[in-house]
């Protein structure tokens, strides 16, 4: 039995967003909520979303999935706290390039988020990593 | 054991998946098919291709015997009393669908109840749900024993004089679980219930016989029991069908067409409007001519002993969860697991980089899995090509999966 590709997947950077996920909760009061779940395989998400002025205030979300739905939600969270909407907007965009194995924006750094790179060498597990980014785009887009 | 020759009649099974041999144990999702099988539907399109039922000429006379030919094996697969009885339909789901829509809406009303239990497919709850929305009937849930089986107790504690429809499944595509059928109907009748039964994971494995069953309709998919995708069997008592109406209506399914009413055409065309599917039943007719040349019996001692190979060495594995009933005797093949913290998707994808094909999710039951308080687990299931070598490979792959993560979680 092999383990040689999976840690193309399994990078530590993930594995540490999911044993110790960050802004992971619900903000109270007046934040933007957004629940969406994968249908095909019952991952789950609740995003809240603090948005005052154009700007991403505060993000927390809490929810039930696999290894690298947590640690993408995580992730997204800690990247799109303190951006502007349409900076969040442009990340997603990236990610989501990323994601289908396109050419993508490189000026953005992406920190911790390059880690789900490998995830577009899995497609089964694609939906996986966008499942928050699309509650995001959602919640902002319904603002 | 099967012989290991059946292989050979399955050209799937003969390829590398990400490096390693396939190993196939997602049956439960969808079988495999035999070259048997293919061959039908491609000498059907090759040498017989035409419309059925209208033709004057010889290649549409073809179409129709062979169309109504399989019609006649399912006839005998099942062991109803006439073809009058056989309808062919898309799958599993829309022969539900039809029992609801027609025999359901024309039947059930307010205050009435429709009983169903927690171990069910998606398929044969939300045709309910709907059916009670829409009348005001109550739908009514099964309780389950701790180890995922139905106990007669609890079914007739269910069943009152107000339920009018019992749906319970065959086989649990989760839990493996073979529920007592013959017992439940006979339940059902005694308060004046009709009895539907979701075969779909029971025609694969079981020996199917509606009378001895009697149940009032029995719904199943060709494609998992080696024949195609998109074609399906709604049985129904004669006596029921020829009182229900037709929930399509065009072409096929007519007798006389006037400018503002028309009739129908007598059983069981009058439900299948519509050029049919002509080819998937053909290559179902083909999937029932296979499966009994081996012998239903055969299959299902076949998998028995499977289900008691892997549940032996999986209850080995330090942390790993079985969910269903822990005699194998009471269950298909059908295997549904949790490995520690490891979430199932993580678990198959490092199945599916050895080649190992597993399923991972809710299975399209997400009330069990609530019943089950989990949200998701990775299922293996087994069918006629399976060996213990496969079982042996899915092993060494869980106990590389626990390991890996064992050092990444």
């Known amino acids: 039995m092999s383990t040689k590709n999976l840690d193309q997947l399994y990078r530590s950077v ?26 095909t395989c019952g991952d789950r998400i609740h995003l809240t979303l603090q948005v005052e002025d154009g700007v991403i205030q505060n993000a927390k ?83 | 054991m099967l012989s290991t020759d059946i292989r050979s009649h399955f050209p799937i099974l003969h390829q590398e998946i990400n490096g390693h041999p396939l190993v196939y144990l997602d049956s439960g999702a969808t079988s495999q098919k035999p070259t048997q099988v293919i061959e039908a539907i491609k000498n059907y399109y090759e040498l017989e291709n035409s419309n059925v039922h209208r033709g004057v000429h010889t290649l549409g006379n ?16 099942i062991n109803a009393t006439s073809t009058k009885e056989v309808i062919f339909t898309r799958g599993t789901t829309t022969s539900l669908n039809t029992v609801a829509r027609s025999y359901g809406l024309a039947n059930v009303k307010e205050g ?3 009983v169903i239990t927690y171990m069910e497919h998606h398929s044969n709850i939300i045709p309910w749900q709907q059916l009670a929305k829409e009348t005001g009937a109550t739908l009514k849930y099964i309780d389950l024993e701790a180890d995922g089986t139905l106990s007669l107790e609890n079914v007739r504690a269910t069943i009152t004089d107000k ?25 059902a009748h005694e308060h004046g219930a009709i009895m539907v039964v979701d075969g779909a994971q029971a025609s694969p494995h079981i020996k199917l016989d509606v009378q001895a069953l009697d149940c009032d309709f029995l719904a199943f998919s060709g494609h998992k029991m080696c ?8 049985y129904g008592k004669q006596a029921l069908l020829e009182k229900m109406e037709p929930i ?12 503002y009413e028309s009739t129908w055409k007598e059983l069981p065309w ?16 083909a999937a029932i001519d296979f499966l009994e040349e081996i012998g239903l019996d055969e299959i299902e001692k076949h998998e028995h002993e499977l289900a008691a190979y892997a549940m032996d060495k999986m209850s080995a594995i330090e942390g790993l969860t079985i969910y269903g009933p822990t005699d194998p005797s009471k269950r298909a093949g059908i295997i549904t697991f949790n490995l520690n913290d490891v979430h199932p998707h993580d678990l198959a994808t490092v199945l599916d980089m050895n080649g190992i094909a597993v399923r991972a999710g809710h299975h399209c039951a997400q009330p069990l899995m609530k019943w089950l308080q989990v949200s998701a687990t990775a299922r293996a299931s087994f069918y006629l090509y399976n060996t213990k070598e496969d079982i042996d490979s899915l092993i060494a792959g869980l106990r590389t999966a626990k390991e890996y993560f064992n050092d990444v979680y």
């Open chain 1, 14 to 39: 993930i594995m540490d967003h999911y044993k110790n996920p960050r802004n992971k909760g619900s903000i109270e009061d007046g934040a933007l909520t957004i629940d969406m779940n994968n249908p």
């Open chain 1, 61 to 143: 979300f809490d929810g039930e999935g696999c290894s690298i739905s947590m640690a993408s939600a995580s992730m997204m969270t800690q990247a799109v706290k303190g951006k502007k909407v349409e900076e969040a907007l442009q990340l997603s965009t990236v990610f989501s390039e990323m994601m289908l194995g396109k050419e993508h924006d490189d000026s953005i750094d992406l920190e911790d988020i390059e880690a789900l790179n490998g995830v577009s060498k899995f497609p089964a597990r694609i939906k996986c990593a966008t499942l928050a980014w699309k509650a995001m785009e959602k919640g902002v887009s319904e603002e």
């Open chain 2, 62 to 77: 073809r179409a129709t015997d062979s169309y109504e030919g399989a019609r006649e094996k399912v006839r005998k697969f």
């Open chain 2, 112 to 114: 009435d109840e429709i």
């Open chain 2, 163 to 187: 339920t009018k429809i019992v749906s319970v499944v065959y086989v649990s595509n989760v839990l493996g679980t073979m529920n007592p059928i013959k017992e439940i109907t006979q339940i």
């Open chain 2, 227 to 234: 024949g195609p995708t998109g074609i399906g069997v709604l």
């Open chain 2, 248 to 259: 399509e209506f065009g072409g096929e399914m007519i007798d006389f067409v006037g400018l």
């Open chain 2, 270 to 285: 009058k439900f299948e409007g519509g050029t049919p599917i002509i080819a998937g039943a053909i290559g179902l007719g």
